[in-house]
């Protein structure tokens, strides 16, 4: 008796285990951890794991390719970044007039040839930092509204004295 028992449970055991593994096999309830266990299941991961970086590399350069194919085909609707030197002194800006496009990103560099300056434009919550007699400072900002802008000198009274200038956006 307990010879047959004990071949009993040793043969209901052997197909538990291969219930749980055929389980396993087909619905990979341990994921990686069982491939580790089956060497051919060990390849496919490694041959997937190889593929991905091929994949990715291709998806790399096709990505680079498409905006230089983009940028010759829509080079006139893609922003533009206008670049303005403006030089202000006591008290008053080279430039009293920018004319720029909407949508353009409008890069402003500022330096003071005489006295403490800045130049800030409100309606785009653009400033520079204020820059002493010699300094350079910059902003960047994009026109996304139509209109026409105010840009002054934000220190003591010299927007009043004349450090203003007129920003239109077409
Ligand atoms: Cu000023």
């Known amino acids: 008796m307990n ?13 538990i285990i291969l219930i749980i593994f055929a389980g396993a096999l087909t619905m990979d309830w341990f994921g990686l951890s069982l491939s580790k266990v ?32 983009n940028n010759q085909e829509t080079k006139s609707s893609e922003p533009e970044i206008e ?20 949508g353009d990103n409008i890069h402003i560099v500022f ?15 653009a400033a520079t ?5 010699g ?9 996304d509204q139509i209109g026409t802008f105010e840009y002054y000198c934000s220190v003591g009274d010299h927007k009043a004295k004349g450090m203003i200038g007129t920003l239109i956006v077409e």
């Open 129 to 133: 930092q204020r820059v002493q007699t």
């Open 38 to 69: 089956f060497s051919y299941e060990n390849k496919g991961t490694q041959e997937i794991t190889k593929n991905e970086p091929k994949e990715i590399e291709n998806q790399g350069i096709s990505d680079q390719e498409k905006p230089e194919q």
């Open 3 to 15: 010879y047959f028992s004990m071949s009993k449970k040793i043969i209901i055991l052997i197909i």
């Open 83 to 102: 670049t303005f030197n403006i030089i202000g002194k006591n008290f008053t800006f080279s430039l009293k007039e920018i004319r720029v496009k909407k």
């Open 135 to 143: 300094q350079t400072t910059e902003v960047t900002f994009v026109a």
């Open 111 to 125: 330096t003071s040839e005489e006295g403490f300056h800045d130049w800030v434009v409100d309606a785009f919550k």
